[in-house]
Nanobody, 128 residues
Framework: QVHLVESGGGLVQAGGSMALSCAASGRADGTYAMGWFRQAPGNEREFVAAISVSADRQFYSPSVAGRFTVSRDIDKNTEYLQMTNLKSEDTAVYYC?????????????????????WGQGTQVTVSS
């Protein structure tokens, strides 16, 4: 019953920056952990970043750590992904997700519960 809508995607030059937003509606009340995933052509969906319910913890894929920042506005039921120093390898459809726990992946493996709700995705294209 929670609807997630991503926005902010588009075309950006390599080395540039782009910010994505994910607005939640329906039964969302700011109590969900939220995350970002992406899927590039020919690849499976990949974990990107996640944030805890209270936003006191953030998790990142090693491939984006140091370049991407995940945040949230609990009152507005909105999750953000600030992307900097973008590379051609970042080109993908980006999806936001929400659930009771922040599912995330590290170099040691993946942890947490699968997300319950997913958005439709927004295309990010990085040109070189």
């Amino acid at each position: 019953q929670v609807h997630l809508v991503e926005s902010g995607g588009g075309l950006v030059q390599a080395g540039g920056s782009m910010a994505l937003s994910c607005a939640a509606s329906g039964r969302a009340d700011g109590t969900y952990a939220m995350g970002w995933f992406r899927q590039a052509p020919g690849n499976e969906r990949e974990f990107v970043a996640a944030i805890s319910v209270s936003a006191d913890r953030q998790f990142y894929s090693p491939s984006v750590a140091g370049r991407f920042t995940v945040s949230r506005d609990i009152d507005k039921n909105t999750e953000y992904l600030q992307m900097t120093n973008l590379k051609s390898e970042d080109t993908a459809v980006y999806y936001c997700a929400a659930g009771e726990d922040p599912y995330y992946c590290t170099s040691y493996g993946c942890y947490g519960r699968p997300y319950e709700y997913w958005g439709q995705g927004t295309q990010v294209t990085v040109s070189s």
